[in-house]
């Protein structure tokens, strides 16, 4: 019983350089998003998806794209890393939240460093 | 715009103390309203929740009660175990903007022997 997947679980870039960290669900879910969680800042949603093919900004889009090709897989892009995407990014996937069973899923976390 | 405010941090107790964890909300209309719990190195788990007023939301002997005139979801357990050590996050989702839930910026508790 998987649940949320992501990977890598730990990445070290430099600046500049580009990467993809990668989510994925096993639970049919529709709903997915992606997060970054730094000291002191709490979560804060960079993009997310209510299905296959669709994606939305959060709150803080810039420097990272995303895309929802397949529906239990969600991907995050880095184009070119900077120093302030130092952070941990956790990925979720969700039902729809009228649902009586609604709540987050989460993964456990990939942990980025940018030099 | 709809938002979550908690107690600051660290919340810091004896095992068998009792916990009172402060959340209160701003939201159109009549949220959803959840607590997640963050163990260290782990992703975030859903602790209970309360979808509304006057439900409470039980799990693992914590407990919340949604209380609308207060616009408030207080996390409360009787007594702590070192185990309960964690980051406290409450969470909403409205009727008006149910793509996403909105957290509060965690409260962390550390429980000593």
């Known amino acids: 019983n998987a649940g949320v997947t992501q990977t890598p679980k730990f990445r070290v870039l430099k600046t500049g350089q580009s990467m993809t960290l990668l989510c994925a669900q096993d639970?049919?879910?529709?709903?997915m998003y992606w997060y970054r969680q730094d000291p002191g800042m709490g979560l804060r949603l960079i993009h997310y998806?209510?299905?296959?093919?669709?994606?939305a900004k959060g709150e803080v889009p810039d420097g990272y794209n995303v895309s929802r090709l397949k529906k239990q897989n969600f991907l995050l892009g880095l184009e070119s890393a900077a120093p302030s995407q130092t952070s941990v990014y956790f990925c979720?996937?969700?039902?729809?939240?009228?649902?009586?069973?609604?709540?987050?899923?989460f993964g456990s976390g990939t942990r980025l460093t940018v030099v | 715009g709809d938002s979550v405010t908690q107690m600051e941090g660290p919340v810091t107790l004896s095992e068998e103390a009792f916990l009172t964890i402060n959340c209160t909300y701003t939201?159109?209309?009549?949220?959803?309203l959840f607590w997640y719990v963050q163990y260290p190195g782990e992703g975030l788990q859903l602790l209970l929740k309360?979808?509304?007023?006057?439900d409470k939301g039980s799990n693992k002997g914590f407990e919340a009660t949604y209380r609308k005139e207060t616009t408030s979801f207080h996390l409360e357990k009787g007594s702590v175990q070192v185990s309960d050590s964690a980051v406290y996050f409450c969470?909403?989702?409205?009727?008006?903007?149910?793509?996403?839930?909105?957290f509060g910026t965690g409260t962390r508790l550390q429980v000593f022997p």
């Open positions: 969470a909403l989702v409205t009727p008006y903007n149910t793509d996403k839930l909105i």
């Open positions: 639970m049919n879910h529709e709903y």
């Open positions: 979720a996937s969700s039902r729809p939240p009228t649902g009586p069973n609604y709540g987050y899923t």
């Open positions: 998806s209510v299905g296959e093919g669709t994606t």
């Open positions: 309360a979808t509304k007023a006057d």
């Open positions: 939201a159109t209309g009549y949220p959803s």
